[in-house]
């Protein structure tokens, strides 16, 4: 019985083929195919499966069948089925009369043109055009041990991503070259280091000696070598991995690292696979223990900076610092601030990392602040306060989300939730199956006396990192046991409690640089530590580094009447609130509401709002006042709702007391139900005659903005392009959506903006809407400028070094994908995408006095050297600070065809942290991305809703 041929073409092809090789009898270990591809007879007194299968000689025809052409995957399955067959058809030689059956490789085939598979390329008649093996230059008897059949070994250890490992096997199992197993890898490795289009740094500006708390460091050895580390059989225990290797110290020497899978070592084994054996202790296995060397690794490769970052930290245990999150700090010396129960522990911020100017230890001075009164205290003094009403509602409201620190381990855990029905005295069940209360756990581990026993647990749910962790997993904590860390909202806004903090946290540059020479210091001198490095051929430089930064030119403000330049400091408050703005808003008809106690302040607040505004060429109006008898929050929304007319450009509200509830409610009101520009003000910040007309200024100023005047301009050289500022808000204590914010310039001088919002998951970064919001102000710019722009710069904050690749691809392709709406092909605009990052550890002093280190001065720009290697990037000191370190601001370009030279792209930043109407002065960041910072908090911390599209085209949540 002949079987039909076999068509292995498309979808439906491959899964026929599939099930049939499956069907079929497999060949038994060691019963490969000869080079000719056609099956031979077994020799005598041997039995083949086929055989024992009952298959006879009818089998044969399908072999001599010539198969139909195929394209694709298809062939490959087909290949697979027929020597399936081949492995099941009659050993019994053709007949003397007929010619010998041709093999199914017997004829010039049709070229296949998929992706091919290992081993097919040396079958005659069978060339490979697609992704396939012959790129990797695998020898000819390697391909054949990759299609050969393999006896059954143990599955390897799996290794971390980084590293790729091959499957381990004896070298009887599979006879490959060791320089073939290194093939593979050293091709990852390219395919990793892909070419990146940098430009030169620029050259705009006055040059700056600087100093950066960057510490050179220096490498004795070559580098370092990777090996993947397999078990056979399997070991699944990661210590039985760790001591069975560790054994062999003879062979991989004493200094190593390893994780379970990899293993990197400062000098290279005398052969490329080594293959040792240890004996398991459980039950006396014998476990053979195969190091093959996967890779060599340059002192400034990736995987070298990993193992180079576990010694640092090796550095600092030695140094008696102990790790309270991330970072080392120092618990036997803190500094007490009794008068706010609060102390403070100094510590270090390190991490080496290699850059544009070599492998170097970014260090900087780090602060923990710790409260002196526990959970525990925190809920007693509610308890007092609350008199016992709402206990339970108001712990919840001020705990959930605050992060404690239990110094048994000096650990940090976030309060996700409170256990009121559980206490100290409850069980859970140990590692070894017994049930343990907590108050035997303490005693017995930590040997902790547990003094309350009636006192609630708190819930902590760890972040589910692995797959297989359970997702019902919480860790139950004592309260009497954890520490408060941090500040509160009520501490942060007392000025007392953040001065007296500040005297010990603001470090000057000088300070900073004798802190982390006397780190260095301390390296060197502790044996424990500088041992530690030696061992990897690792040493610190004695200094911080120097280089030469450049002074980027001051900027020109211009206002209605008049232009000036910028001072040094780029503080130009006092002459933007002497002239007239820019495009002033006259305030015809407004609204002011105001509890019936703060009438006076009311009153002296409308008549210097009548006595500043003519100077900045604002006309003003009398207002409709409402004196409020009481002042709940439906008392507030009751008037403006039965007031609120339709010509009414600003409704004012003057709060007795500053309450989150009722201003979230006036917001979402004049936001959301009742779109029209609002104004809140605390009555104490009008309250001081002294103060009080510079404080009606700057309202007057905010005002304006929010009706749509411009305040002040710089000249932009570039035409015709659109700026945008994206941002994203998280919530984390509510676990509510996030806010992504998005604003978008619609006119050349970049001083009228658009803007849009998008909601997303609870903690995502990445924007799914930015397709929507893109297109509308697109949209928008058109409607303005009856054109659409050439160029679109978008500055995006909040995203971390982990996500920028997917930054530059994901989102990126999202707003490529909008020009298609515009035009189709005829419309393509170029596009710049540029990271904006806050929160990092550089920091730059200026040296501007015979080796005096100071601040920079704005618009110092450095883009070498202490930049990354991979990227095109900049920092930018934009803000002026009278006290402490300033920070930079790290930019960074994901993607870029506009054209714009590195200088053009700098001076472009520095030019928008001018034009944040909120401040007259440079920010730290572009004011786009301050706007969506604004924007996002406002909708994701009180409007919980899309704001009105009324009131898109102006700055209302200044």
Known sequence: ???????????????????????????????????????????????????????????????????????????????????????????????????????????????????????????????????????????????????????????????????????????????????????????????????????????????????????????????????????????????????????????????????????????????????????????????????????????????????????????????????????????????????????????????????????????????????????????????????????????????????????YNNKTYRIDDIAWDKNPTNCFTFHTGEQVSFVDYYKKAYNINIADDSQPLIINRPKKRATDADPNEVLCLIPELCWLTGLTDNMRQDFRVMKDIAVHTRVTPMQRDMAMRKFVRNVESNPSAKSEMAKWGLYLDTDLLRTDARQLPLEKIILQKRSFQSNMEADFGREVCREPVLVPVDLKCWMVLFFARDENKANDFITMMKKVCPALGIRVNNPQQFRLENDRTETYLRIIRENLQPQVQMVVCIFPTPRDDRYSAIKKLCCVDSPVPSQVINAKTIGSQQKLRSVTQKIALQINAKLGGELWALEIPLKNIMVVGIDVYHEIKKGVRSVGGFVASTNRNLTRWYSRTCFQMPGQELIDGLKLCLTSALKKYHEVNHSLPDRIFIFRDGVGDGQLNTVAGYEVEQMRECAAYFGGQDYNPKLAVVIVQKRINTRIFAEYNRGQLENPRPGTILDHTVTRREWYDFFLVSQHVRQGTVSPTHYIVVADDTGLKPDHMQRLSYKLTHLYYNWPGTVRVPAPCQYAHKLAYLVGQSIHKDPSLELADRLFFL
């Not at 070991?235 to 290797?245: E, T």
């Not at 510590?347 to 710790?370: C, F, P, R, W």
């Open 1 to 407: 019985m002949s079987q039909p041929p076999v068509n292995g073409a498309g979808r439906g092809g491959r899964g026929a083929l599939l099930l049939k090789a499956l069907q079929g009898t497999v060949r038994r270990p060691g019963e490969g195919l000869p080079e000719s591809g056609v099956a031979q007879p077994p020799e005598q007194g041997q039995s083949t499966s086929s055989q024992a299968a009952g298959v006879g000689a009818e089998a044969s025809p399908v072999r001599a069948q010539p198969s139909p052409s195929t394209m694709g995957r298809g062939a490959i399955l087909a290949s697979l089925y027929q020597q399936t067959a081949k492995a099941g058809a009659s050993p019994s030689p053709p007949a003397p009369s007929s010619p010998q059956a041709p093999g199914p490789y017997g004829k010039p085939q049709s070229p296949v043109r998929g992706r091919g598979i290992m081993g097919l390329q040396d079958i005659p008649g069978l060339p490979m055009y697609g992704r396939g093996i012959a790129q990797l230059g695998m020898q000819k008897q390697d391909t054949e041990a990759a299609v050969r059949p393999k006896e059954r070994v143990s599955p390897p250890v799996p290794s971390p991503p980084q590293a790729r490992q091959p499957s381990p096997a004896s070298p009887t199992e599979q006879r490959v070259s060791p320089e073939a197993l290194t093939q593979p890898m050293s091709k990852v490795t390219l395919e990793e280091k892909k070419e990146r289009n940098i430009p030169p740094p620029g050259t705009m500006g006055q040059p700056v000696r600087v100093a950066c708390n960057y510490i050179p460091v220096k490498s004795r050895l070559s580098g370092l070598y990777q090996y993947a580390v397999s078990f056979s059989p399997q070991i699944d225990s990661r210590n039985m991995r760790y001591g069975m290797l560790y054994d062999h110290k003879d062979v991989i020497g004493e200094v190593k690292a390893f994780d379970g899978a990899i293993l990197y070592l400062p000098k290279k084994l005398p052969q490329s696979v080594t293959v040792v054996e240890s004996t398991r202790k459980t039950d006396g296995a014998l476990i053979k223990i195969r190091i093959t060397l996967t890779k060599e690794l340059a002192p400034d490769d990736r995987q070298c900076l990993t193992v180079y970052n576990i010694i640092f930290k090796n550095v600092m245990r030695a140094l008696e610092l102990k790790r309270v999150g991330r970072n080392y700090y120092d618990p036997l010396h803190p500094i007490a601030i009794t008068q706010h129960k609060m102390e403070v522990w100094p510590g270090y911020i390190t991490a080496i990392q290699a850059y544009d100017g070599g492998l170097m230890l970014n260090t900087d001075i780090s602060h923990k602040v710790l409260r002196t009164e526990t959970v525990l205290d925190m809920m007693q003094s509610i308890y007092q306060r609350s008199a016992g009403r709402g206990f339970q509602e108001q712990c919840t409201k001020q705990l959930v989300g605050e992060v404690v620190l239990t110094r």
